[in-house]
């Protein structure tokens, strides 16, 4: 098993900055993709950006250009830098991990998630 913890969520301005991380433990040779989806109430969870094993990332065209993933193996540890925060990323973000390499097993049902960290845009 797996396990990922979130940390990093807060209330920021908009325009302002947050950086938020996750640290997996136990089965950590397993994972192979690591990703980041939001969730507002009432909705479902949304896609925002993956990084593979391999060092490939994607990211949805909601936070293109205002979002960087990055990925640091020797800390177990995934990070999601988020600039130019607006109103609309108000969301509970969720860090996810599959044993599968690929994009697509992070754009499916990744097999490990996080408990979550709220992020709250307002001034």
């Known amino acids: 098993q797996v396990q990922l913890v979130e940390s990093g969520g807060g209330l920021v301005q908009p325009g302002g900055s947050l950086r938020l991380a996750c640290a997996a433990s136990?089965?950590?040779?397993?994972?192979?993709?690591m990703g980041w989806y939001r969730q507002v109430p009432g909705s479902q969870r949304e896609f925002i950006a993956a990084?593979?094993?391999?060092?490939?990332?994607k990211y949805a065209d909601s936070v293109k250009g205002r979002f960087t993933i990055s990925r640091n193996v020797l800390k177990n540890t995934l990070y999601l830098q988020m600039n130019s925060l607006k109103p609309e990323d108000t969301a509970v973000y969720y860090c996810?991990?599959?044993?599968?390499?690929?994009?697509?097993?992070?754009?499916?049902?990744?097999?490990?998630w996080g408990q979550g960290t709220q992020v709250t845009v307002s001034s």
């Open positions: 996810a991990a599959d044993r599968a390499q690929g994009l697509a097993a992070m754009m499916g049902d990744p097999n490990y």
């Open positions: 136990g089965a950590i040779f397993s994972i192979g993709v």
């Open positions: 990084f593979t094993s391999g060092g490939i990332t």
